[in-house]
């Protein structure tokens, strides 16, 4: 699908969703009064905040506690710029002179805010991200409590734990909806660009993505400082909505209920975020009120403080429970508003050109007192398939992880065509044209089958979308995959994911691919239908391999030459006819006792050695 298009099949999207949205707006604006507004722009207001927080934590998948912090600091610098100077002058006597004499109208300290918390967050952003997982998980924590102690702190500016007070009331309804409309549409946009799919990618396996040559924390610091921008619109627009507010306000309570959003509704989609934003906004306003107390038919209840936030909490577990996705994992319209793909360019050439060799120089890796490899070189010629080999733990699939970015060597160097690409991180050694897949599939599961391909096919620095899709398409043909394009990667059968993978590692157009264990948990007709797609492969265009298997007749009629590892050392290398008769590899497979009683022209194949 041209790019073209694909924006505007997001656009359309974005925009169902802000019909109902611009329609709930008249409605409240000419046949309701004025309590009713007023909910309704705190809806719009929260909607804004939620969609900012699912930009980053939908897309990377990294749950952020801080992003209140943003909303408070957009408050708070707002606040400051557009207070009434003879507010400023009397309620905060001591702010420095440059900004005690501003009073600025909303559009521009609005601009001002958010471009300024916006670096704000770039900076904080890029360490935190670069963590992933839990830790930045609890780093997003402490970003909260760190940011509502400096606001308490900076009294000056924000008299400290005492209300802020004085700050015009200008959000109305209109305001915040023409904030929230182009967020929504920018969300939805950026949901499905090039750079959204890749971060969804990385969510679902970080290691896979940087495989493929996604630079996933470059990814997460984009949509970080974006998130953390229009966190930042929300904290302005509800500044001038409430017009006096206090450090509590931007804590814990306004995280859980953000966070409630955004789970219930679905982290993933723009329309979670908004049927989230809907679901708590009603849920809350109903729980306010049991809480205080009501009137049943006479008789009065009795005060329940807390009944919100259990409330909330209760609706996260029934959620998590029945739908751990969330309400919608799809967004709205996605299925119809989205074309067929496209057909593939039956047969375009793949071939892949030759620059030099891969070499591992003797390279060395210890994992905490143990020995993994040592003195390890190996060089793999363009076009040329070499089989690596050798019992369970001798360090196959650790020289595989150093010479895709994934570890890096104690001593000893990695070259890709003649660059030292010993340091290099993942996404750049994929770039540099190195494909691999993993002995446990990482597949991106809850990706479709093309987008598996697809998104690693728009890494390529010369790929443009369509390109991407019409090679996405050629490859799951090659692969026999066509018919399952549209399913689920996590859904398909063994063989089908591990030839999924070869081809997702395919579509980054690499001139070395590294396969570990490719046909483990594939049966003898399985195994030699990849034998000859491999065989296949190589002939048409080529590709250099490197091919860890325990399926030694598959290593021995595929391979060119066969580098043999154990405990970390390479005890043998040569033709495979050479290597079968290796008295010490044969030693390595079945033991020395009884390799002294079997003649070393035994050939392993017939040992049917399955180390
Ligand atoms: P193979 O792929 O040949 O079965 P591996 O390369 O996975 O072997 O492992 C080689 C040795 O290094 C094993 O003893 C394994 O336990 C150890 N090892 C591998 N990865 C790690 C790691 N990340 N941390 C610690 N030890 C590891
Ligand atoms: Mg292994």
């Known amino acids: 699908m041209p790019s073209a298009q694909r924006t505007g099949v997001s656009l359309v999207g974005g925009l169902i969703l802000c019909l109902p949205l611009i329609a709930l707006a008249l409605l409240f604006e000419f046949l309701t009064g004025a309590a009713l507004q007023r909910t309704y722009t705190l809806f719009l207001i929260n909607l804004i905040a939620v969609i900012g927080l699912g930009i980053f934590s939908g897309n990377s998948g990294i749950l952020s506690f801080g992003h209140v912090a943003f909303i408070g600091l957009g408050a708070y610098v707002s606040g400051i710029l557009t207070l009434p100077l003879a507010t400023k002058a009397s309620a905060l006597p001591h702010l420095p002179a440059m900004l005690a004499g501003i009073e600025w109208g909303l559009p521009a300290a609005l601009l001002a805010t958010v471009i300024s918390v916006g670096i704000f967050g770039a900076l904080i952003g890029a360490p935190i991200v670069r963590m992933g997982g839990a830790a930045a998980v609890i780093a997003t924590l402490g970003l909260l409590l760190i940011v509502h102690g400096i606001i308490i702190g900076a009294s000056d500016f924000t008299r ?86 206090s450090p509590s306000k931007f804590y814990f309570d306004d995280t859980l209920t953000l966070l409630t959003m955004l789970i219930v509704g679905g982290m993933t989609t723009v329309s979670g975020a908004l049927c989230g934003a809907v679901l708590v906004t009603l849920t809350v306003e109903i729980l306010r009120r049991v809480e205080g107390g ?153 990706l479709s089958v093309l987008e598996n391909v697809e998104i690693a096919a728009t890494t390529r620095a010369d790929g443009s979308a369509e390109s991407a899709r019409a090679l996405a398409c050629q490859l799951l043909a090659e692969f026999g995959l066509e018919g399952s394009a549209g399913r689920l990667a996590g859904e398909l059968d063994y063989g089908a994911q591990r030839r999924l993978e070869i081809a997702r590692a395919l579509a980054l157009r690499p001139r070395y691919l590294l396969l570990d264990e490719p046909a483990a948990g594939m049966n003898p007709t399985e195994s030699n239908q990849l034998l000859a797609e491999l065989a296949e492969l190589r002939r048409r265009t080529g590709i250099a391999l490197l091919v860890i298997d325990h399926d030694m007749s598959l290593i021995m009629r595929l391979c060119d030459r066969i580098v043999v590892l154990n405990r970390g050392q390479v005890i043998a290398q040569g033709k495979p006819a050479e290597i079968q008769r290796d008295p010490a590899v044969i030693e390595a497979y079945i033991g020395r006792k009884r390799a002294a009683r079997v003649p070393t022209a035994t050939s392993l194949q017939m040992q049917g050695a399955t180390p």
């Open 160 to 245: 400290g734990s005492n209300a802020f007070l004085g700050v015009a009331k200008k959000t109305d309804i209109w305001v915040a909806l023409a904030i929230a409309v182009p967020i929504i549409l920018l969300a939805r946009w950026y949901r499905d660009s090039r750079r959204g799919a890749q971060l969804r990618a990385s969510r679902e396996d970080e290691l896979a993505a940087r495989a493929i040559g996604i630079d996933v924390v470059k990814m997460r610091i984009g949509a970080w400082t974006i998130s953390a921008m229009i966190c930042a619109a929300a904290g302005a627009l509800l500044a001038h909505f409430l017009g006096a507010f």
């Open 294 to 446: 009501v009137d049943l038919f006479g008789w009065q209840t009795p005060e329940m403080f807390g009944m919100t936030q259990a409330g909330l909490c209760l609706m996260i577990l029934l959620v998590m429970y029945r739908r751990p996705a969330g309400l919608f994992a799809r967004e709205i319209g996605e299925r119809w508003l989205r074309p067929a793909p496209a057909v593939p360019h039956a047969g375009s050439d793949l071939s892949v050109a030759a620059a030099g060799e891969l070499t591992i120089e003797a390279a060395t890796k210890d994992f905490s007192g143990l020995r993994a490899l040592e003195n390890v070189s190996v060089t793999v010629r363009p076009g040329e398939i070499v089989g690596l080999i050798g019992p369970n733990g001798s360090g196959k699939t650790t020289l595989l992880n150093l010479v895709s970015g994934v570890l890096s060597p104690n001593a000893g160097r990695i070259l890709i065509d003649g660059a030292d690409a010993t340091r290099w991180p993942a996404h750049k050694v994929a770039q540099a044209g190195v494909g691999r897949t993993f002995q446990n599939i990482r597949l991106f599961g809850h």
